[in-house]
């Protein structure tokens, strides 16, 4: 039998370690520190995400995207975002047998796990070359772009603009831009975050957009803390092309100009509506069904190369701080917020082994919470096929 090194014995720990074996990403950990080190292949197999991101705690594995738990031989602990428990095959498969060695961890060569999914969309598939793309702000005023793996010159090319954005389609387009949002959130105070980059796909921005079930783990420091695990039932509506979702929520509102002064509890409602359009053009309106405040985020993300997607954020408000017209102050602290919301979005996806979204169904295993990514997916499996 042949036998791969991966890590010395003494870096192995209760931290989980992100090791190669012949070009197979893994993850070795020992469940507790007296523990005799065990090896995964380094992906949950809900959304990919590599476990090595995640943390041990009490002898379980946590998932640090949606804090799916598992124990120290792969078995599936926990689903937070649903009461039922773990679906099946939710556990890990079976990783290579270890042997340690002279100070040295090494792993069977012929048990070691598949490699990742094929088939992925990603960044620079031509499929998206018919679509409207946002290439920049208006008030950038680009020349020149990068664009699914190519450089246009954006004079010589099919634009429009729309949202303060210029848009750009290489080829006829498929789909056209949504209409979201409606005469009366268009009119409301509106402000630019500055466009972020990051490695992974615009598929996988997109996804994590409409995500509902990350927030409690991923932005823990922002707002994540105060939110429900358990994702209630939701329904989503397809549109061409594209789908919308309208989900009622609770949520604390401490800001709230009516809980400052004891007129309202801070556990409050809120509408969510979700809108998205293929390719990536995403809108998420939060109406606060008791302050009567109403946020509109618009989403948009530029798939520049294999290795880099652009995101733009417009944020369009009002009755924000009890006022329909909030302070350029108050504007000033949402569009900051917002800033270290995406920010922790980034810093997992810095940490993200897989270039592509998936879009087989069988190459992630999809819970009742994911039902927008599921229908995001069978969106962009559409569309990557039509024509």
Not at 34 to 60: K, N, Q, W, Y
Not at 171 to 200: I, K, Q
Not at 271 to 276: G, K, L, W
Request: proline share 10%; aromatic share 8%.
């Amino acid at each position: 039998m042949e036998w791969l090194p991966v890590a010395e014995a003494s870096q192995v720990g209760t931290r989980p370690l992100a090791v190669t074996a012949a070009g197979i990403p893994l993850v070795i950990f020992r469940p507790t520190p007296d523990a005799e080190p065990v090896v995964f292949a380094d992906r949950c197999p809900h959304r990919l995400m590599p476990l090595s991101a995640g943390t041990i705690d009490d002898g379980r594995l946590r998932c640090a995207y949606h804090g799916w738990e598992f124990d120290g031989a792969g078995a599936c602990v926990t689903v937070p975002s649903q009461e039922s428990g773990p679906p099946p095959r939710a556990s890990l498969p079976a990783g290579p047998t270890i042997k340690i060695k002279s100070g040295l961890v090494y792993v069977a060569a012929n048990e070691l796990p598949a490699p990742d999914p094929a088939g992925l969309l990603t960044n620079e598939d031509p499929a998206l070359l018919r679509a409207w793309h946002p290439v920049g702000l208006v008030s950038e005023n680009p020349e020149k772009v990068q664009l699914i793996g190519r450089d246009y010159v954006v004079a010589d090319e099919r634009t429009q603009e729309r949202w303060g954005m210029i848009w750009l389609a290489p080829e006829e387009p498929r789909t056209s831009l949504f209409e979201d949002p409606d005469l009366d959130d268009a009119n409301y105070v509106g402000a630019w975050l500055p466009p972020a980059r990051t490695p992974v796909s615009a598929g996988i921005v997109a996804d994590n957009f409409l995500d509902v079930a990350h927030f409690p783990f991923v932005h823990e420091k922002t707002f994540g803390a105060a939110e429900e695990t358990i994702v209630e039932k939701y329904e989503v509506i397809t549109e061409p092309y594209g789908c919308r979702s309208i989900q009622d929520q609770w949520f604390d509102n401490p800001e709230d100009p009516g809980v400052i002064a004891g007129l309202r509890p801070v556990r409050q409602r809120r509408r969510a509506t979700y809108v998205y359009r293929a390719p990536f053009q995403l809108m998420l309106r939060l109406e606060e069904l008791d302050a009567g405040a109403v946020k509109t985020i618009l989403f948009f993300a530029q798939p520049e190369s294999a290795t880099s997607t652009r995101i733009y954020t417009k944020m369009l408000f009002h009755g924000i701080g009890g006022v329909p017209d909030p302070s350029a102050d108050m504007v000033a602290r949402e569009v900051a917020f917002e800033e270290a919301v995406l920010e922790e979005d980034l810093e997992l996806q810095y940490k993200m082994r897989v270039p592509g979204l998936p879009l087989r169904m069988r190459d992630e295993l999809h819970v009742r919470a994911d039902l927008l990514g599921v229908s995001l997916r069978r969106v962009l499996a559409e569309f990557k096929t039509a024509g």
